[in-house]
């Protein structure tokens, strides 16, 4: 839960992501490898894949001992050998006819005399036909009434309901406690069976009048498989043994986590941090207004020294400024800034985002960060209490919900270069822009070939089109976790294709946003407590943000998260505009590309470069999840 959005700073999430693809190739009948994700190399797929709840290809129907399959054990069909006809003679064509009819009812044969194979007939008469005859039509009534109990079970035809209004997608509940933050429980109403025979019961939507396939609804609310693991953030190692400090570390609310731990690997005293009031949002927020800040000194006691200011002793010294070398492990702090915090008792870090390695750290370490992020940074009571309120008001009459972060706003697409869609005076504002800021690196920016590369934010018309083939429905109900987007009538497709669009802005009171104003961050901190509970979370660009949520979700029993692979699905849509393929095949190739990028679980892997490894805290496994024991 700390994410701060550090608009504009060239160590922001944008700055370390603006050029990655999302995993596609610009053939999108094939995989490509996800620059920031080693899983992805060599045309891997970003998650391991779990149980699907639906059968690729349509429905298969078995038909086992169907009365049209052909019989393998001979009953109701004479033996091979006794269809041949016998020998001629007179009468012969009667006494064939004769046989043949007496061949229908023997049933077994035994040894003779003669060293011959005789056949023993049943010599039955009418009377005894007509009994067997009704014996043999009870028996096959029987195996079609047991067929057809199967495939009403299967099909889930006992299931439809009555009436429209006693149907519930989904029975969820959701609790908010202090001690544990946020917790969802989400009960979808399939039958009963292995995860892979799941079938759910068909419904008709209250929205628009039309019937919704809940097959289609269960492929799109199921959630990854995550039996297998469990949260292991606890360390009885390296425990604070007294009070003992080497100097005290100034730094901004970006980056908190890794900063704790670098203060436990210094032996460090942290002085509460301070927020960027010169960003582009101009926030007024303090770090007390974001976070229970109470909490976050308490929770982290027996770890490292936090304290609310500078010791009287220690504010007439001028900090030593420092910017730590990005990615750096244990070694580098205590062989290049340990010295330099003993001399100067007070270091300023300039820059502390992505200033710890993704791997190769101590257990103790990575167990550290994500009790920071996950159990020690909880918003202030202000923010959880709206956060709690917004939730509630999504699940209207027991509904999921989609939480969609659309990062189509002004900056972002200035600072990517991306103006598809835009018109020609737009696109120069944004270029505009991007002079304007001067700590932005690039400057000249082609944008048609990054978003090629799946470098640009999906426009909402993609969006649109990626929800739709994704199988979501105009019923949808959608939480815009997103500023304002840029370009005249650009949300107007996705708000043709899905009405039920919500944001904090309409979901709450201008009286319950009062506290809020001029608090961009205060808002982020409750778009991100909303993203986090959602049924469903999808992010069409990876910036900070998205990558905290996302990291979160897995954290909490892996929650479905849809991660877009923008490189093959843009090049889907222009062919889908072109008219080279049809919706039919559109939408098949749209859940095929995403059917392994929902969240589900797979191990963060080391990379050749930091910077092209996959974020720590986007996949906390392993370091603070664990797989179960077989005991467990």
Not at 444 to 470: A, D, M, Q, V
Request: aromatic share 8%.
């Amino acid at each position: 839960m700390g994410y701060q959005p550090m608009h504009g700073s060239s160590g922001g999430g944008a700055a370390g992501t603006s050029g990655s693809g999302g995993g596609g190739g610009t053939d999108h009948l094939h995989h490509h490898p996800r620059l920031h994700s080693p899983r992805m190399a060599g045309g891997g797929s970003m998650t391991r894949r779990a149980n699907s709840f639906k059968r690729g290809g349509g429905e298969i129907e078995l038909q086992i001992g169907s009365p049209r399959s052909p019989r393998t054990d001979g009953l109701g069909s004479p033996p091979a050998e006794l269809a041949e006809p016998s020998g001629s003679g007179a009468g012969g064509g009667l006494h064939h006819h004769q046989k043949e009819q007496q061949l229908r009812f023997r049933l077994f044969k035994r040894p003779g005399s003669g060293g011959g194979a005789v056949e023993v007939g049943l010599g039955l008469g009418i009377r005894e036909r007509r009994k067997l005859g009704n014996v043999l039509f009870l028996a096959f009534c029987g195996v079609c009434l047991l067929l057809g109990v199967g495939k009403i079970w299967a099909g889930g035809w006992f299931t439809l309901p009555a009436d429209d209004g006693d149907v519930d997608l989904q029975d969820l509940s959701v609790s908010f406690s202090s001690g544990k933050g946020h917790q969802v429980d989400g009960h979808v109403g399939y039958m009963g069976g292995k995860e892979s025979d799941r079938t759910l019961m068909t419904v008709e939507s209250s929205i628009g009048g039309r019937e919704d396939s809940v097959a289609e609804v269960s492929s799109v609310w199921s959630q990854p498989s995550s039996t297998n693991f469990r949260q292991c953030v606890i360390s009885n190692s390296h425990k604070k043994q007294d009070s003992h400090t080497n100097g005290y570390i100034l730094i901004n609310a970006n980056g908190i986590c890794d900063m704790v731990a670098v203060a436990k690997i210094l032996k460090a005293t942290l002085v509460l941090p301070s927020l960027d009031h010169t960003s582009y949002w101009a926030d007024e927020s303090e770090f007390k207004d974001l976070f229970n800040w109470r909490h976050f000194i308490e929770s982290l006691k027996e770890d490292i020294d936090i304290v609310e200011m500078l010791p009287p002793k220690y504010r007439h010294i001028e900090p030593l400024a420092k910017a730590p070398v990005s990615w750096s492990k244990v070694n580098y702090y205590r062989d290049e800034i340990l010295p330099l915090l003993k001399k100067h008792k007070v270091i300023y870090f300039t820059h502390t985002d992505s200033r710890l390695a993704n791997n190769g750290l101590p257990s103790y370490i990575q167990k550290l960060r994500c009790r920071v992020n996950y159990r020690s940074l909880k918003y202030s009571r202000t923010i959880e209490d709206l956060g709690a309120t917004l939730v509630s008001r999504m699940r209207q009459n027991g509904s999921p919900y989609l939480a969609l972060h659309l990062r189509y706003e002004k900056d972002m697409l200035a600072f990517t270069g991306c103006s598809h869609s835009l018109t020609s005076e737009e696109d120069e504002e944004l270029r505009k822009m991007r002079y304007e800021v001067s700590h932005w690196k690039e400057k000249e920016i082609n944008g048609t070939e990054r978003r090629t590369l799946g470098g640009c934010p999906l426009t909402p018309r993609e969006t649109s089109l990626l929800l739709k083939g994704l199988g979501f429905t105009p019923s949808t109900r959608i939480y815009l976790v997103a500023g304002e987007a840029f370009g005249n009538g650009s949300m107007q497709a996705l708000l043709d294709d899905f009405p039920n669009i919500y944001s904090h802005s309409t979901l709450a009171t201008e009286d319950e946003l009062a506290p809020f104003k001029n608090h961009q961050n205060m808002l982020a901190g409750l778009d991100y407590i909303v993203a986090l509970q959602s049924d469903v979370f999808l992010y069409t660009y990876d910036g900070n943000m998205a990558k905290a949520v996302q990291g979160h979700r897995r954290f909490e029993n892996f929650r479905k998260t849809i991660n877009p692979d923008r490189m093959s699905f843009v090049a889907l849509v222009d062919e889908f505009d072109e008219g080279r393929v049809s919706w039919e095949i559109f939408s098949s190739e749209v859940k095929r590309l995403h059917k392994d990028r929902i969240g589900g679980p797979y191990f963060r892997e080391p990379g050749e470069f930091p910077k092209l490894e996959e974020y720590f805290f986007a996949n906390p496994l392993p370091g603070c999840i664990c797989e179960k024991h077989s005991d467990e």
